[in-house]
């Protein structure tokens, strides 16, 4: 059987060409398209709103396999990647990461295993993160000039006080040992170890807790006293890092009784340049909210009012909400994907239309009128379970919300696994 297969380009095309070319005839396919889509952001556009790449994906009948260079030609976020992936395993199509330096291709094929799915998701899990930490560094130092404010008062987790560019006063830097602390951190948020696990590990290495890092930093010692007991060094606890993790100063935001100020066009007043970039503390928010393991959690940013209410028909898993810049609304999303697992058929819903169906379905079942907060659809045991809907949605997807693919369920025991 002859195997062919759409290239696909985006950046220094020569040496991409080449690897593409030994990839394919490594596997013994043919080339018979190229698509190259030069100077396009993989970061900001998905592979299926690409000018050249998109328009073979809509005919996947003339060919058999698509390589990449690399993984990161293809996809700079988790997200785009589980959709990849989903389409190639709808369309029985291959997928060919060449990946240059590594012994062996990286070959999806519609049998392919958990551990190559779990692989392409890991390589684009550190796409993204790349092309976070790029896109901070090419816009940090410009932020943290447009800082107005001054800093005084506790040094946030992440920083150091730093002479501000005015020449008066003090702002914050990103410092070295605690940013990179965070960054560990947030890496095995994303790799799946609950919060429990990380602060153990934490206290096992001896690694100060941010009170204790601080006091180092100034030449103080560490510990002291709490609840009546005196302790050498504090200890690392889910709640440490949660209150770290949950701070919008990882952004670079100054904090009023712990919510960023904002100036008076609306936009936060940066105390110096960000550890985590908008995108990475909202991902890193849904992420949090996402595994929270009871009721009694942190209603941070992150929480929306279907949290722990939404499920997916295919995986039974939670949903999370995904921003859906620039609009107010976004999606709710299977949170398999996002956390690394396999889900058959993550399904996905716009957030307005689907929160408007809960509350329509909530209050026909309860007569409670007034505005209703996720505590209530708790409280009313209310979970919805939505399905993955057809490719493309049609003309009724732009009115509202496909019905069919929505179970609402009222008053079932709260199962606190769910
Ligand atoms: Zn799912």
Not at 110 to 121: V, Y
Not at 318 to 344: E, H, Q, S, W
Request: positive net charge; contains cysteine.
């Amino acid at each position: 059987m002859r195997l062919s297969n759409v290239t696909t380009v985006t950046t220094s095309p020569g040496r991409q060409r080449t690897a593409i070319q030994q990839g394919a005839a490594r596997l013994a396919l043919t080339v018979i398209a190229e698509a190259a889509d030069l100077g396009v952001s993989a970061r900001k556009t998905s592979p299926f709103e690409r000018p050249a790449l998109a328009p073979w994906l809509r005919k996947p009948d003339e060919y058999d396999a698509i390589v990449w260079s690399h993984v990161d030609r293809a996809v700079r976020s988790v997200n785009h990647m589980s959709e990849l992936l989903e389409w190639a395993e709808e369309q029985e199509k291959t997928l060919v990461f060449v990946m240059p330096g590594e012994e062996r291709p990286l070959v999806v094929t519609p049998l392919s295993d958990g551990r190559t799915i779990r692989r392409c998701m890991d390589l684009a899990y550190i796409a993204e993160q790349e092309a976070h930490a790029l896109s901070a560094r090419l816009t940090g130092a410009h932020e943290a000039l447009r800082a107005t404010g001054r800093y005084g008062g506790l040094v946030p987790f992440g920083y150091r006080k730093a002479p501000h560019p005015s020449g008066t006063g003090w702002c914050l830097a990103p410092d070295v040992e605690s940013a990179a602390l965070v960054r560990h951190i947030v890496d095995r948020v994303h790799q799946g170890d609950s919060l429990t696990a990380i602060a153990r590990d934490l206290n096992d290495r001896n690694t100060p807790v941010p009170r204790d890092h601080h006091a180092l930093l100034q030449g103080r010692s560490t510990g002291g006293v709490r609840h009546g007991h005196t302790f050498d060094r504090f200890r690392w606890t889910s709640g440490t890092l949660s209150k770290v993790l949950r701070s919008p100063s990882l952004m670079g935001h100054r904090l009023h009784r712990g919510r960023s100020v904002l100036d008076e066009d609306g936009r936060p007043v940066l105390i110096g340049a960000p550890v985590l970039s908008r995108s990475e503390f909202h991902t890193l928010q849904d992420l949090l909210t996402a595994r929270s393991p009871g009721p009694r959690r942190s209603r941070g940013a992150g929480s929306h009012l279907l949290t722990r209410v939404a499920h997916c028909g295919a995986c039974g898993g939670r949903m999370y909400f995904r921003p859906r810049k620039p609009y107010i609304y976004g999606d709710y999303v299977c949170a398999a994907p996002a956390n690394g697992l396999r889900c058959p058929a993550a399904a996905a819903m716009r957030s307005d239309w689907l929160e408007t169906y809960v509350i329509d379905g909530y209050r026909a079942a309860t007569g409670a009128g007034g505005p209703v907060s996720r505590a209530d659809l708790q409280a009313a045991g209310a979970r919805v379970t939505v399905t993955k809907g057809r490719c493309g949605g049609g003309v009724d997807g732009l009115s509202g919300p496909d019905t069919s693919r929505l179970t609402l369920a009222m008053g079932a025991p709260s199962d606190p696994a769910a």
